[in-house]
């Protein structure tokens, strides 16, 4: 009864029954293919907690949601960076001025454009325009090592880079058309502010983000306009988004995340409010939100536990806040951090723990951390909850068969938000996307995580590590394999073991 409890015991009594009754069925199938679940367990796995279907603007790309809201709400704020601000119809404007001169430059739908810039207005500028001309926005982080930045500049095939005057000495050489958005501007403001008329649709490329990779380079994950716009318009339903929020924008845009902290704001009429290019440090974060207003903050898992434990000692600094909603991702919350939360004087604030990798777009479960939690028996994490709107999540063992509730698997991704795949690489999408076993409909994809998880009783899925090396480390996600790689290139090291240390 330390281990167990009584409805476990009952489960897993069951699901040797099904067996026994399976092998009698068919003798001669192999003992892997043999399934433990009755058909009640088997729909309520794969049909009733994967019943998330939900309507959304299917037909809009996310610029268009915008320019519907930058005509209802012209002068309402949309964009704060430290002294300056720009409403949504001066957003709107600097954009298509942009996006004409990208326009006058070749961008079209599928061709894609690299984004070099440091934390500014020019940032959310530069991917509004690029999405307008119904180009690829691929962004490219300026501190990166110049063998990154060149790899992924060659390996993206970039025919316009958007970036800074100052950058662009520590840029590694290109052949893109180079597009300074300080310089430059006297000659791109010389184009019309009125909205574009592109033939770009849903199925058409958004953006191109790279991750790490395991081979030793990274890879770029190829998001469509519709996965982008079904996760904005989710988004928005979840955290409840309406036009008097202040959201921060706090990560790179080189990371997905950033996106959630965009655009779902700018399609209801919020403002977005950039945090300035030092990270903020603990005992600041709290009084700079307060300053600014916020409403919503979207932070690290890492970085969010180092906040409470700052918040617990300091209570004093947690007051008058205006935030109502905190989400966190990127590494597992633990009961101990829970424990440590109910101590901060804001802790009636909604709080969510979001999981998913960038190739299923952004977010693809979402769990509210009650105020009261209750800890599954043998849970060590919170949960990272249940599927999105429009997305489905299968838990499977190696012969792609449902495992049952509270038994370890594999975790599938399918649904509206998936990545086409990634770029250049058709061999790991073969791997990585494949056909849905468990859909009647031609060409649907499950994505394959890598994610070890469960699911608990009440269908809430806990995440349990990586079948593979991938780790992460402060957030991020890092593949060891890409250090190894790096490390046998010297002359005198024959072989490496990397290993992520506690």
């Known amino acids: ?186 000659a791109i403001q010389q184009h019309t502010q009125d909205n574009l008329n592109v033939d770009v649709c849903c199925d058409n490329l958004a953006y191109v983000i790279y991750t790490s990779g395991s081979t030793g380079q990274p890879k770029g994950v190829c998001i469509p306009h519709g996965s982008l ?84 000692k300091t209570p004093e600094i947690v007051t008058n806040n205006l935030l109502r909603l905190i989400i966190v991702g990127g590494d597992l919350i633990l009961p101990k951090d829970v424990t440590a939360w109910r101590q901060v004087p804001m802790s009636s604030v909604q709080l969510l723990n979001a999981y998913g990798p960038t190739e299923a777009t952004i977010t693809a479960t979402l769990f509210e951390i009650p105020q009261q939690f209750s800890e599954d028996t043998n849970s060590k994490t919170i949960p990272i909850g249940r599927p999105l709107a429009n997305k489905t999540i299968y838990i499977l063992d190696p012969h792609l068969q449902p495992v049952p509730i509270g038994v370890k698997g594999e975790l599938y991704i399918g649904g509206a938000s998936l990545a086409r795949g990634y770029l250049n690489r058709p061999d790991l999408t073969a791997q990585k996307f494949i056909q849905n076993p468990f859909s009647q409909e031609q060409g649907t994809r499950l994505y394959k995580t890598g994610d070890l998880a469960r699911y608990n009783r009440d269908g809430n899925i806990e995440f349990l590590g990586r079948i593979d090396t991938q780790v992460k480390i402060r957030g991020f996600r890092i593949e060891l394999g890409e250090i190894e790689a790096v490390l046998n290139t010297h002359p005198q090291i024959q072989q490496t073991v990397v290993i992520a240390r506690e």
């Open 1 to 186: 009864t330390d281990l167990f409890d009584g409805s476990t015991i009952e489960r897993m009594a069951a699901h040797y029954q099904n067996l026994l009754s399976a092998i009698v069925d068919n003798p001669q199938q192999a003992v892997g293919e043999l399934s433990l679940l009755s058909e009640p367990e088997r729909h309520q796995l794969l049909v009733e907690w994967n019943d998330t279907e939900c309507e959304y603007a299917s037909d809009k790309c996310i610029h268009q949601l915008f320019e519907e809201q930058v005509e209802k709400t012209p002068l309402s704020v949309a964009l704060v960076f430290e002294e300056e601000q720009l409403t949504y119809q001066q957003l709107n404007q600097k954009a298509n001025q942009l996006a004409h001169h990208l326009q006058s430059l070749g961008i079209v739908p599928e061709v894609l454009a690299g984004i070099c810039v440091e934390r500014s207005i020019e940032m959310v500028v530069g991917l509004l325009a690029i999405l307008k001309v119904g180009g690829v926005y691929v962004p490219l982080d300026p501190t990166y090592p110049q063998e990154r930045l060149s790899y992924m500049l060659a390996d993206s095939g970039i025919e316009v880079l958007l970036t800074q005057e100052k950058l662009l000495a520590d840029l590694p050489s290109h052949t893109a058309q180079v597009v300074c958005l300080d310089t430059d501007w006297g």
């Open 229 to 312: 716009t079904n996760h904005c318009c989710t988004i928005v339903n979840n955290y409840k988004l309406n036009f008097s929020d202040r959201v921060l924008q706090f990560a790179s845009i080189n990371f997905d995340p950033s996106l959630e902290q965009i655009f779902p704001t700018l399609i209801v009429g919020a403002t977005v409010v950039l945090r300035d290019s030092n990270v903020w440090d603990k005992i600041s974060f709290f009084s700079k939100a307060l300053d600014l207003g916020l409403t919503i903050v979207d932070l690290p898992t890492v970085y969010w536990q180092q906040l409470v434990q700052e918040w617990v």
